[in-house]
């Protein structure tokens, strides 16, 4: 849950998809989805 939180709050600050990606050991499409369901 902390990674998803980190995400979030990445997000909200401007950082790229590609970039949170890559610090998770994830996919840019895997960040925009949880972003996504998050913010619902």
Same mark, same amino acid.
């Given at each position: 849950?902390? +990674?998803?939180? *980190? $995400? $979030?709050?990445? /997000?909200?600050? *401007?950082?790229?998809?590609?970039? =949170? +990606?890559?610090d998770?050991?994830?996919?840019? *499409?895997?960040?925009? /989805? =949880?972003?996504?369901?998050? =913010?619902?």
């Open positions: 849950m902390d +990674a998803v939180k *980190g $995400i $979030i709050e990445r /997000r909200e600050q *401007g950082e790229t998809l590609s970039s =949170i +990606a890559e998770h050991d994830v996919s840019p *499409g895997s960040v925009s /989805r =949880i972003h996504d369901r998050w =913010i619902e």
